[in-house]
């Protein structure tokens, strides 16, 4: 059977080399398409995947900002990348505790994998909401929004350039005899301007910037507030941040292409940019760790064990742990949390009003 390496070597056989922006985008269709890629059996886990507590408190902070801004009904609850549906069931079930919000949203999805949609479809088979899958956050219909997007933006594709001295010069994809292979195009890119330093790589999330513009757009045109979460930093940055990972262990992002998760670090700097260009306010980041803390996953720890047999506790306790904790390898740390919102929404929970200058 034709393999996606063999229809990788055709189009470069055919075209030439490929944009690792073009490389990553084509594996990740195919990865994302044909597999559940989560959970222990899968190739990576998520915070949703770890604890319910990570989707009841996100649903929490969508109650709060939804009762700030007047609670406007009708509603779009929009998810991008919604994986197994664990965040928005866990969600949704948080909202219960303000019975008034169950007849303002309507659900969107935004899920381009078939397989991941059946598994949402599962996760909220019992759900009270309607819920409708799109292939682009443009295709959500109009209205305020309340938005989450949990390690979406780190599975966008990225181009690539490095600093030589001829100026920055785009990463590309290409074949030796056998193998794929990184190259450069010959030619620097006019619009980088000159190399900081030879040999550092810079990294343009050209498509993440683009879905933030729009979605900003949209918030400011029809209110509402989008909470992002992912790994990543507040830039600018240099480095190739670009990393497969297949059975919980990194591979070479060229090896096996389609078959393992690629994913980059999100520069959060360049989507607070995108963001504030189009006239939405800007909140944050904090790290996951002081977000979660802020927003009371310790009580909520406590109210869970206080129900739990001891093996249930202890769990409890480890994912506690496993969201929240500090240092460079501790999720709570290497996660970041940005809100977009409509210029007059000044405050969320969980994250400073802090004016953004870019
Ligand atoms: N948010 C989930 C899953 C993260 S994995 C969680 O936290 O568990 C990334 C998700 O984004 C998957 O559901 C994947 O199918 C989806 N996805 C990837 N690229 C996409 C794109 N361009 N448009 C819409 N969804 C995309």
């Avoid at 990740?28 to 899968?42: E, I, Q, W």
């Avoid at 999805?109 to 759900?127: C, H, I, K, M, N």
């Avoid at 700097?269 to 977000?291: C, D, K």
């Avoid at 405050?347 to 200058?357: C, H, I, N």
């Amino acid at each position: 059977m034709k393999t996606l390496e063999d229809s990788l070597r055709e189009i470069i056989a055919l075209e030439g080399p490929i944009t690792v922006e073009r490389y990553m985008s084509v594996c990740l269709r195919h990865y994302y398409a044909t597999r559940d890629p989560l959970g222990a059996a899968g190739d990576f886990t998520t915070a949703p995947e770890i604890s319910q507590m990570f989707g009841e408190l996100i649903g929490l902070w969508m109650l709060e900002v939804w009762n700030g801004m007047g609670r406007p009904a009708p509603c779009r609850l929009v998810e991008l990348g919604p994986g197994r549906g664990t965040l928005m069931a866990d969600l949704l079930r948080a909202t219960r505790l303000l019975p008034d919000f169950k007849g303002a949203p309507t659900v969107h999805l935004v899920e381009t994998s078939p397989s991941l949609r059946q598994r949402q479809q599962d996760a909220l088979a019992e759900s009270e909401f309607t819920v409708q899958w799109h292939d682009r956050f443009e295709d959500v219909p109009s209205g305020p929004i309340l938005l989450v997007a949990n390690e979406f933006f780190d599975a966008l594709p990225v181009r690539q350039f490095l600093g030589t001295n001829r100026g920055w010069c785009e990463r590309l994809v290409g074949l030796d005899d056998e193998h794929l292979i990184l190259g450069l195009r010959p030619e620097p890119e006019p619009a980088l301007g000159k190399p900081l330093r030879l040999g550092d790589v810079l990294e343009w999330p050209g498509v993440s910037v683009d879905i933030m513009g729009t979605l900003a757009g949209r918030l400011a045109r029809d209110g509402g507030a989008a909470l992002i979460l992912d790994y990543g930093y507040w830039g600018p940055a240099f480095g190739d941040t670009l990393q497969a990972l297949k059975n919980h262990r990194p591979v070479d992002p060229l090896q096996e292409p389609g078959e393992a998760d690629l994913t980059t670090h999100v520069d959060f700097h360049r989507l607070a940019q995108a963001a504030a260009t189009q006239g939405a306010r800007v909140h944050g980041t904090v790290t996951q760790g002081e977000f979660l803390q802020a927003l009371g996953i310790e009580t909520r720890a406590e109210a869970l064990k206080a129900r739990a047999t001891p093996a249930q506790a202890a769990d409890i306790d480890r994912a506690l742990t496993r969201l929240t904790e500090r240092g460079p390898t501790g999720m709570g740390e290497l996660f970041k949390v940005l809100a977009v919102t409509h210029e007059a929404i000044q405050a969320v929970p969980g994250l400073p009003a802090l004016p953004f200058s870019s």
